[in-house]
């Protein structure tokens, strides 16, 4: 969105943090581009990774956000939150004008739930994917 947006973290993505942290300390970024370190990632390099996984037919970075999206929303979670925290913008440009809150108590909540429910566990580095399980 061309905008800052604050991204509240659960606890195991915070140790993740931690653990990566003597590898990229001499760094501004935490996932920096390869050619210049001053630069973040380009949004491509997820779904480049997840085709050299092997993944490219079944997995993209953006249907991770739908299952993110889909999962919160049957959990309960109030509309505006989950939107905010996609980082999607406001359709409504009167609402979008006025309205200025950031969710930051509940999307704590919600991103430790969405930790706790894909069983993220400190000390693991690689969690078994099939996705071609019915």
Do not use: C
């Amino acid at each position: 969105m061309r905008q800052p947006h604050i991204v509240p973290l659960s606890r195991q993505a915070l140790a993740l943090l931690v653990t990566l942290q003597p590898l990229t300390e001499r760094d501004a970024l935490l996932f920096p581009a390869m050619t210049d370190h001053a630069k973040p990632i380009s949004e491509n390099t997820l779904s480049y990774a997840i085709g050299r996984m092997g993944y490219q037919v079944v997995a993209t970075p953006h249907g991770f956000r739908t299952l993110a999206s889909t999962t919160l929303n049957e959990e309960g979670f109030d509309l505006n939150v989950i939107e905010y925290q996609l980082a999607h913008a406001e359709r409504n440009k009167v609402r979008a004008a006025y309205h200025r809150a950031e969710y930051l108590d509940e999307r704590r909540k919600m991103m430790q739930l969405w930790a706790d429910f894909l069983g993220i566990q400190q000390g693991v580095n690689v969690r078994p994917v099939n996705f071609k399980r019915a």
